[in-house]
């Protein structure tokens, strides 16, 4: 059980455009959702933390224009980064977990090129 | 604030070795401990964890005991292959409202034949 995918696994765009990662709890109700950024050889880095129906709570030095969180629902929610540039590129990981429980449960991770 | 200290890497053994990666923490409260290994291309999977003092995790050979007195929460695993080469990080969540992890840096493994 507790089973969280990401959508794409790899995507490349063009620099100056946007591009939207979605993150699903697939086999529980995640009430929290976490995005974290991963650069090369280096920890993971939380970028925000979501929870479900109310505004993401960002990290400080984190864009929130920049990068959009959005969790509508209890099993879903996305990342968008907009105007995306080069420095965006980088390996972006979801997280999930619900109220009371310490664990979370790690998506695969999408990896994000803008050229 | 809370943090997790881990041995920097990369750490390299042959396969059969003994391997122990450090890690200490800081917290002002009773924190729960986990070690995240991540295989290349993947994401994080959880490979153990401890929820209180004393306790020890276990996972695929794999243990760590949560060490109150000396804030430390080691992994040791007696005979390591070359699957477990692989990124290894502790981490710690302060289980507050918001069940945020503190990630160590991680710690790079390689097992060769």
């Not at chain 1, 009371?100 to 790690?106: C, I, K, L, N, T």
Request: with cysteine; glycine share 8%.
């Amino acid at each position: 059980g507790a089973v969280v995918s990401q959508h794409p696994s790899r995507v490349i765009c063009k620099s100056g455009t946007s591009v939207k990662i979605e993150c699903r709890s697939l086999d529980f109700q995640a009430t929290t959702m976490f995005w974290y950024r991963q650069f090369p050889k280096q920890s993971l880095m939380l970028m925000a933390t979501s929870n479900e129906g109310s505004k993401a709570t960002y990290e400080q030095g984190v864009e929130k224009d920049k990068f959009l969180i959005n969790h509508a629902s209890l099993t879903l929610s996305t990342l968008t980064v907009t105007s995306a540039h080069p420095e965006d590129s980088s390996f972006y990981i979801c997280s999930a977990g619900y109220v009371g429980f310490h664990e979370q449960y790690f998506g695969p991770g999408t990896r994000l090129t803008v050229t | 604030g809370d943090s997790v200290t881990q041995m920097e890497g990369p750490v390299t053994l042959s396969e059969e070795a003994f391997l122990t990666i450090n890690c200490t923490y800081t917290a002002t409260g009773y924190p729960s401990l986990f070690w995240y290994v991540q295989y290349p291309g993947e994401g994080l999977q959880l490979l153990l964890k401890a929820t209180k003092a004393d306790d020890k995790g276990s996972n695929k050979g794999f243990e760590a005991t949560y060490r109150k007195e000396t804030t430390s929460f080691h992994l040791e695993k007696g005979s390591v292959q070359v699957s477990d080469s692989a990124v290894y990080f502790c981490a710690l969540s302060d289980g507050g409202a918001t069940n945020k992890l503190i990630f160590g840096t991680g710690t790079l493994l390689a097992v060769q034949p």
